[in-house]
């Protein structure tokens, strides 16, 4: 007999496995689908803008993503053929996204050490929290390029993200509403602009002036959505599995899971619109923390979490 339910569970005021095209659109970024239009408003009706754009008091140029700008920065390092790229992370989790990996080997080689190869570091401030010790990768003598795609907003007692890098690259479009974009930043020459466009550097201009100056609401409401998860998660038994450290300004909630089903966790949530994953090579998953979360959503999300690991014989 045919079922005429339209979803799979009504649990506790919440719709398990809603109907395809009925799930909510929870992303990695602030982006929304409001802001599409939004951002065409502000293109058509905006005057236009410098090409050069400010990030943290240091002057950068456009790019159309964070890749670009990571692919512009190692060009103007002249590395080539077997020259390395050694990477550090926040977390040093041995795995490294495909979107930095990728790109450096249209170029050269990377590594996860230093060998008689290096040419320059690669440090990753992993979803916003900031890399300990930058200075003394400074005192290598090799040239830095610093990875705030997800740190834009990120300080430490070393400065902010991006102040003691040769290059440093952001993403606009993980950190601000937005669909695309980054910015490229170099303290030792001018940099010529990307490849764009007048009407893509009026666009990407008008949308970072007016979501950019929001910064420190920004702040506050993406700590405050971290700290959100931290208490729902902590009185579920799991632990944050990073150390929210003063400046830092955190782009994902990371919980460890031991013995969890991670894997059909990433499935479930993915198949309800959250954009989440496993941190691969640890039973550590993250989930979105950003300033556009609706109130309510960690706790919704929270909920979600709870009722898989319930259902799956997982008990929370």
């Known amino acids: 007999m045919t079922s005429l339910n339209s979803y799979g569970v009504f649990h506790n005021g919440i719709i398990i ?21 939004f951002n065409r408003n502000l293109w058509m009706c905006g005057d236009e803008v410098s090409s050069r754009v400010m990030i943290n008091e240091m002057r950068g140029c456009y790019t159309r993503s964070a890749k670009e700008a990571l692919l512009m920065a190692l060009r103007g390092l002249h590395l080539a053929g077997d020259d390395e790229v050694w990477i550090e992370t926040t977390t040093n989790n041995r795995y490294v996204s495909h979107c930095v990996t990728d790109v450096i080997e249209l170029v050269c080689r990377w590594s996860r050490t230093r060998t008689d190869k290096t040419a ?10 900031v890399y300990p010790g930058i200075k003394e990768l400074c005192k290598t003598g090799l040239p830095i390029i610093e990875d705030g795609a997800y740190a834009m907003f990120s300080e430490s007692s070393e400065g902010a993200v991006g102040v003691n890098g040769d290059y440093s690259i952001f993403s606009l479009s993980k950190m601000l509403p937005m669909q695309a974009g980054g910015v490229l930043v170099s303290r030792h020459e ?29 702040i506050a409401q993406r700590l405050r959505n971290y700290h959100l998860y931290e208490d729902i998660f902590l009185s579920m038994g799991y632990a944050p599995r990073m150390n929210l450290q003063k400046g830092d300004v955190p782009a994902a909630f990371l919980f460890r899971a031991t013995g969890r089903d991670l894997g059909g966790l990433k499935t479930f949530l993915q198949s ?31 909920e979600l979490v709870a009722w898989f690991f319930n259902a799956s014989g997982t008990v929370v």
């Open 17 to 37: 496995d809603p109907a395809p095209f009925r799930a909510m659109n929870v992303n990695m970024s602030p982006f929304s689908t409001n802001d599409a239009v």
């Open 272 to 302: 309800h619109g959250i954009e989440c994953s496993v941190f691969y090579g640890e039973e550590t998953f993250f989930l979105p923390c950003h300033q556009q979360l609706e109130d309510g959503l960690p706790e919704y999300i929270g």
């Open 120 to 129: 320059a570091i690669l440090i990753i401030h992993e979803f916003g929290f």
């Open 190 to 218: 001018v940099l010529s602009d990307a490849d764009l466009s007048m009407d893509e550097l009026k666009y990407f201009g008008l949308c970072y002036r007016f979501w950019g100056g929001n910064r420190k609401e920004n």
